[in-house]
């Protein structure tokens, strides 16, 4: 037929993240010369609005599907339906689960994100980790994949036993002393640091899950004079956080590349309508590394860092 | 006398909240008579035929028909028992057609396996009864069976009402202020009805303002004061001014004429 | 001073016999418009039905084969099934004059219990569907009682009972969504309504045919049953319903329990679509019913329209989510056409109604 | 023939004059539980005070100074300041027995364009601010203008509006906050209401101070003035407000347009809260407002409550969520918890209403 | 003639979809006088008040009011012209008060910065003006005037209504079938109250079913049918029966008494 069709398919369309990386496939389509069709979620943990997405892509005549999966568990068998039907799929930014249910995965480890500021954080608290008081905001109480991934990541990194790495909030390490929900924005991020500081006001370490959340935080902290106390860290990478960074908001974030993550996603399509080939993972790992990067001002020994000039070179949105 | 009771009631009480609706009234329905009953607005008579028809539980007192203790505890459980009433309101659901008006509660099931297994309705047969009902009243020429009420005028739905009652009331026909809202030719046609019923043998309890109405048909008139019976009175032997007088207090009946 | 009521009466209303026979009729011609308008008033769920049409034409002109394919026009079918489902139950809901904000939390609970009765309680599947019917019928019979005995307004109850249900789900569950490929292994059963029968290039899931023959039961049972006319009734007017002998409370409890029943096989049906057990689904489905309801021209005061309106509605609904994505935009620009849907619906089906029979 | 209508009707009318002149009067003893019934049915907003000074009490001393503090008590207030201010609008519009879905849109629609207009267009900030109340009046009279002029169900209207305001907020910011930090150098006239004033250990920010003026002062005018009234009347029975000669379309107007203004000023303090403009925020507002409306007591379908009555139930919401939190349970068991919270409020309103005066 | 005239409509017609409610029906109002308005069951009487009282506007025709053409385009306008109707169907918000209701639409304000600035609403005045207007007409007992309508009987409301139109109307008052509702004691005190109006020089349109009433109190009727007027009568020249058999087209009037 004529023009090859790319389909991309995001958890909602209203974070920046997903939005940048539209933008990031519908650039590289222009530039190949593909027809891209976006879709999104309602809502992040909308598994059936993309299970229509892919149906719709199917009939649409794609050669490929690009997806950030909501339930990474539920929508592997419409992903197979969709390979079935010949289209390459490619998990971008979280990965299936099992991951091979995709052609490919270009991602963030969400782990490994989670697991670099929680080992800064550590770093940096020196001694005093011992005695941290950490609150943890996380995205929902659906606690979709990313939501654990990272939370756990941080944990993990930051020292604490998980308990069962699949369950938020079922640690029994007393230096996590709230967990609370932020639906991922700036509303949600300041009532829940409220909420928090309320339960404990010693809190001296702030996880949240992404940037948004992390400066609804930090206007809680303003509001009580503590924002110079404390440690927020978070995950994204987005130029408003690495500003935020920058103007002291958030010690460190890791930064993800999700213009990267579509636009090779959108390469590995066009090669793939070309000629068949796929999209070969990163050595030793099950899919694609599109790479993490903790992005900070205050580097600490033993975890690679990159600075708030090179964060906001390579940021997205 | 009480083999010539059809249906009557000792004692009854409702309270609404702070108001007492009904205080102790008694009631007395003789076969084959139009007992009228009459009072001021707000006397409790809509609440007495209210609590006879299943329509309110009353707090206390108990109601005997033909004989026997009822307990009635909704409008279809009286209906059932054959006492069947026009309400001041109506009681008919706009958007139904007549038909389905006509048959509601006791609708006409197909027979066979579509009845009994798929509950169908039979619907050809209800229009039809419908149809013959109406006619056999004499009261309206409506065209349409299956028009919705909605589009009929305020006197011929009062017909469908009255139409209604008629045709399946067996033992008791309740009418609560039946001519209220109608124009005079109206008004007449409910009250032949009335006289056509009481010739089949069925009594009729008749609520109503209008006491040349009142007087015309009515066999015994119950009067209605502050929540009670306050008498029975025979209207051959009272006038107008009489009747008039007892319900508003004017006067204060002489004996107490209960039977 | 007796005077006989009869006699005076008679002296003004004695003429009554010659009054005139006539049935006052006020028939005028009919122009154009208004004979269009009494069509559709007749028919009501002509008018989603025609919208539905145009669109298909609309968007088969634009795309094509993309579009105008048995492939994807039975797709359109599978993408609504859910929604026309729920939508049944909105819609009985709905005709009696009530709302229902908490099926898709029903839907969603119903098929949970049910993949965890299968795998993890470990039952025979037909005893873990049977047990969340059972659910379903429950929490319909919650809705049910507190609007027909505790006389609470259904907006308020199925709001709080939205919460319950949903904060039951998620606690349930432990948000853990139950793999497809071990439903397939040990329950296939739940996978049930996922089977399709292939006719040419028309993909029918039993999903879906169980939907069209759902809606189509239910709208025998509303025109041709007793129970069917009092649902009519109730939604018209209740207080007059069971003034004329219809037993309100009970109707409205067994629409709220039915409804809740349809929730739960749209839990079954569910799964059978997304494979897997996912207590995430179905968070906008309360929404998603109530617009094809009233895309399909059912009146949320009661009493009026029909169910395979509501199956139009869906259907419309569908065609432009698809349609729209197929031709490329922004899916804000489908939220937005829909809501612009919402009101043109209503507005015409306003319109129609003031056509007086 | 002729008889005067006079003479024959005095034959029975006569006797009136001496007729009973007693106020027929039914009051009986009343027990302990009716007079309760009866002091709070002519005090509706007393229901959810003394609800929420319950809940405080019983927090605070589960809780401690943790719950039990100025500073604690004033946090409510600063997290049920948005919800308070959008359910003083949602408070008018159920008043006049409408709904308001579209409330949360209407809100981030206009936040968004004051802070495009401040930020991104650089007009000064007073202007811009000027232009986000003139989109929140836009969007209140397109609301209006459908309920009050085309006569469309409420419900069905804002469910419309609510996409189609949701979507041109997406589509206007391209998804882009608006960060804190660049307000503040450029136009901290945005942020002014997250100012605050320390009392001891209490807290209050401006638009705290700027929810309770703004209900306070609503009550005045719904008490108080000639439009007060008209609003209570056209949501009682618009029909008969109308005849006894109220403007019911302009009045139901004015309360849109009004509400639309007053969530664009929440628009604004969610600015002052945040710090940042997001196009994300403010998408479960309309079901918030909702339980806080129906918790305070003011009834759906129009025409009775006080909205006093709202601000108590948007605080028994806070004081729960802050509650919990602290007690330390699933965010879950508080979601459930305020279902049932919103069942029971009703009911008990429902029980009260049945002492009839 | 014309200068005797307060109130006239010319051709006025009102279409309601397929019914035409009015069909070129005129009217005509003179001082002083109590016209009553009889017909059947929906021949469009109500309509016709409405049409003059700006509760509908009608799709043809003209109103003149003291001689000047006038155009109501709400009953609030009729209103300020001096034209107050009671309507069949009362129109009182349940809600509010006796005294809300009286002034609803046209509420007093305080004087001074509270009334101009806050609008604030002088209840203490309404009170008072609303229980003077209510003991004024002797219509009633009420003891408090801050008593939501809703927990007023019947009768008590239909007198709140007609206190209120009688209080404010200041040209005309039109009453809608004002007793359809009320009980004998009730009827008889707003026939006194219809008197009382007219010997204030108030002229009242009344529609009603009830002949003997009519012919109590009318001193022209205007009889209605199929939409149109047919002819005015004088009761004193004619018999409820000719009043009835005009209506009901059983007799067709002799020549058009216009005047
Ligand atoms: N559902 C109700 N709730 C509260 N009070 C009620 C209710 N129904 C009736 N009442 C009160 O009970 C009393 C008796 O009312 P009822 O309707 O029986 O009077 P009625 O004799 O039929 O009057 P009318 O001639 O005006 O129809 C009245 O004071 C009325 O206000
Ligand atoms: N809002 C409306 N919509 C449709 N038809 C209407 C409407 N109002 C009145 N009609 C119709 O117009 C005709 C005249 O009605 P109207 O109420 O004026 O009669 P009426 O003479 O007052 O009757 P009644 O004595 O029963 O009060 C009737 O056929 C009625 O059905
Ligand atoms: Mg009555
Ligand atoms: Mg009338």
Same mark, same amino acid.
């Given at each position: 037929q004529d023009k090859t069709t790319a389909c991309l398919v995001t958890k909602t369309d209203t974070n920046p993240f997903f939005v940048k990386m539209k933008e990031g496939a519908q650039q590289k389509a222009e530039e190949l010369g593909i027809e891209l069709q976006s879709y999104a979620g309602r809502i992040d943990g909308d598994n059936q609005s993309q299970v229509q997405a892919i149906e719709s892509c199917i009939a649409a005549g794609a050669s490929g599907i690009l997806i950030t999966p909501s339930d990474t568990k539920a929508i592997v068998d419409s992903v197979?339906? =969709?390979?079935?039907? #010949?289209?390459?799929?490619?998990?971008?930014?979280?990965?299936?689960?099992?991951?091979?249910?995709?052609?490919?995965?270009?991602?963030?480890? /969400?782990?490994?994100?989670?697991?670099?500021? #929680? @080992?800064?954080?550590?770093?940096?608290?020196?001694?005093? =980790?011992? /005695? =941290?008081?950490?609150?943890?905001?996380?995205?929902?109480? =659906? @606690?979709?994949?990313?939501?654990?991934?990272?939370?756990?990541?941080?944990?993990? #990194?930051? #020292?604490? !036993?998980?308990? /069962?790495?699949?369950?938020?909030?079922?640690?029994? !390490?007393?230096?996590?002393?709230?967990? !609370?929900v932020t639906d991922g924005n700036e509303e949600g991020g300041r009532r829940a640091m409220e909420n928090c500081l309320q339960k404990d006001p010693g809190i001296n370490v702030v996880y949240t899950i992404n940037e948004p959340a992390a400066a609804g935080a930090y206007e809680a902290l303003k509001s009580v004079g503590k924002e110079s106390d404390v440690l927020i860290v978070s995950v994204d990478g987005g130029c408003p956080g690495v500003k935020n960074i920058e103007d002291g908001v958030i010690g460190a974030t890791s930064q993800q590349y999700p213009l990267l993550m579509a636009s090779k996603g959108i390469e590995a399509i066009a090669a793939y309508a070309k000629d068949g080939t796929k999209p070969e993972t990163t050595e030793g790992k099950n899919f694609t590394d599109t790479g993490v990067n903790l992005v900070t001002n205050e580097p600490v020994d033993g975890v690679e860092s990159i600075d708030v000039s090179e964060g906001t070179d390579r940021c997205w949105g | 006398?009480?083999?010539?009771?059809?249906?009557?009631? *000792?004692?009854?009480?409702? *309270?609404?909240?702070?108001?007492?609706?009904?205080?102790?009234?008694?009631?007395?329905? *003789? *076969?084959?008579?139009?007992?009228?009953?009459?009072?001021?607005?707000?006397?409790?008579?809509?609440?007495?035929?209210?609590?006879?028809?299943g329509a309110v539980t009353p707090d206390e007192g108990e109601i005997v028909l033909d004989g026997k203790p009822v307990h009635f505890s909704s409008p279809q459980d009286a209906r059932d028992h054959g006492i069947e009433t026009v309400y001041q309101n109506l009681a008919l659901s706009p958007a139904l057609s007549i038909a389905d008006n006509m048959f509601m509660g006791r609708e006409i099931r197909k027979g066979g396996v579509m009845g009994t297994l798929f509950r169908a309705l039979d619907k050809k047969k209800m229009e039809q009864v419908a149809r013959e009902k109406l006619n056999d009243l004499g009261l309206m020429t409506i065209q349409n069976i299956n028009q919705a009420v909605e589009t009929l005028s305020g006197g011929q739905r009062q017909g469908v009402a009255v139409a209604r009652a008629a045709a399946f009331g067996s033992k008791v026909i309740i009418l609560d202020e039946p001519t209220a809202a109608l124009g005079v030719k109206e008004s007449r046609k409910v009250l032949e009805l009335i006289q056509d019923v009481r010739a089949r043998g069925v009594p009729i309890v008749l609520i109503s303002h209008n006491m040349p109405h009142v007087f015309e048909v009515a066999d015994r008139i119950h009067v209605h004061r502050l929540g009670k019976r306050l008498c029975v009175i025979d209207p051959k032997q009272h006038s107008m001014s009489d009747a008039v007088a007892y319900m508003t207090g004017a006067k204060v009946p002489e004996e107490t004429m209960a039977a | 001073m007796s005077t006989s009521g009869a006699s005076r009466s008679d002296d003004y209303e004695s003429?009554?016999?010659? &009054? &005139?026979?006539?049935?006052? &009729?006020?028939? +005028?011609? +009919?122009?154009?418009?208004?004979?269009?308008?009494?069509?559709?008033? &007749?028919?009501?769920?002509?008018?989603?039905?025609?919208?539905?049409?145009?669109?298909?034409?609309?968007?088969?002109?634009?795309?094509?084969? +993309?579009?105008?394919?048995?492939?994807?026009?039975?797709?359109?079918?599978?993408?609504?099934?859910?929604?026309?489902?729920?939508?049944a139950a909105q819609s009985l809901v709905i005709l009696i004059a009530g709302i229902e904000l908490s099926v898709g939390a029903i839907m969603v609970l119903s098929s949970v219990v049910m993949g965890q009765m299968a795998m993890n309680v470990g039952l025979p599947a037909p005893v873990a569907i049977l047990i969340g019917f059972g659910v379903g019928a429950l929490c319909g019979t919650i809705n049910g009682f507190l609007v027909a005995w505790v006389k609470l307004p259904p907006f308020i109850v199925t709001l709080g009972t939205w919460q319950i249900f949903l904060a039951t789900n998620f606690l349930y569950s432990a948000n853990e969504t139950i793999r497809s490929q071990a439903i397939e292994q040990e329950a296939p059963l739940l996978q049930f309504f996922g089977e399709s029968i292939h006719l040419g290039g028309a993909v029918l899931t039993f999903g879906v045919i169980a939907m069209v023959l759902l809606v189509l039961g239910l709208a025998y049972a509303l025109n041709n049953t007793a129970w069917g006319r009092h649902v009519y009734a109730v939604g018209d007017d209740a207080d007059a319903a069971e003034l004329s002998g219809v037993q309100v409370k009970r109707t409205i409890l067994s629409v709220y329990i039915l409804a809740g029943v349809i929730c739960a096989f749209a839990g079954w049906v569910l799964i059978g679509r997304l494979g897997s057990v996912s207590p995430t689904s179905g968070q906008f489905t309360n929404i998603e019913s109530i617009t094809a309801v009233v895309i399909g021209g059912i009146s949320l005061f009661g009493g009026r329209g029909s169910i395979l309106g509501m199956l139009f509605g869906a259907l419309i609904v569908g065609v432009f989510n698809l349609g729209l994505r197929i031709v490329g935009t922004d899916p804000q620009w489908t939220y937005m056409l829909i809501g612009f849907l919402i009101i043109g619906a209503v507005a015409v089906d306003q319109w129609i109604r003031r056509a007086s029979a």
């Open positions: 197979q339906k =969709a390979r079935d039907a #010949g289209l390459l799929v490619i998990a971008l930014d979280t990965p299936l689960d099992p991951v091979d249910a995709a052609d490919a995965t270009f991602a963030t480890d /969400n782990f490994v994100a989670g697991q670099l500021i #929680g @080992q800064w954080a550590k770093a940096k608290l020196g001694d005093e =980790a011992e /005695n =941290a008081k950490i609150a943890m905001l996380d995205l929902s109480e =659906a @606690q979709p994949t990313v939501d654990v991934l990272r939370d756990q990541g941080f944990l993990s #990194g930051f #020292g604490i !036993d998980t308990v /069962n790495e699949n369950v938020i909030g079922d640690e029994e !390490d007393s230096r996590v002393v709230c967990n !609370d | 006398m009480s083999d010539n009771v059809i249906l009557s009631a *000792r004692n009854l009480v409702k *309270r609404y909240g702070r108001v007492i609706a009904m205080d102790n009234t008694n009631f007395e329905l *003789r *076969r084959g008579e139009v007992l009228a009953v009459i009072g001021d607005n707000g006397a409790g008579k809509s609440t007495l035929i209210k609590a006879l028809s | 003429v009554l016999s010659g &009054s &005139s026979k006539d049935v006052a &009729s006020f028939e +005028r011609k +009919r122009s154009w418009l208004e004979n269009v308008q009494h069509l559709l008033h &007749s028919h009501p769920s002509l008018v989603p039905l025609i919208v539905l049409a145009a669109s298909i034409i609309i968007f088969g002109l634009y795309l094509g084969s +993309r579009f105008m394919s048995a492939f994807a026009l039975t797709l359109i079918l599978q993408q609504v099934a859910i929604v026309g489902i729920v939508g």
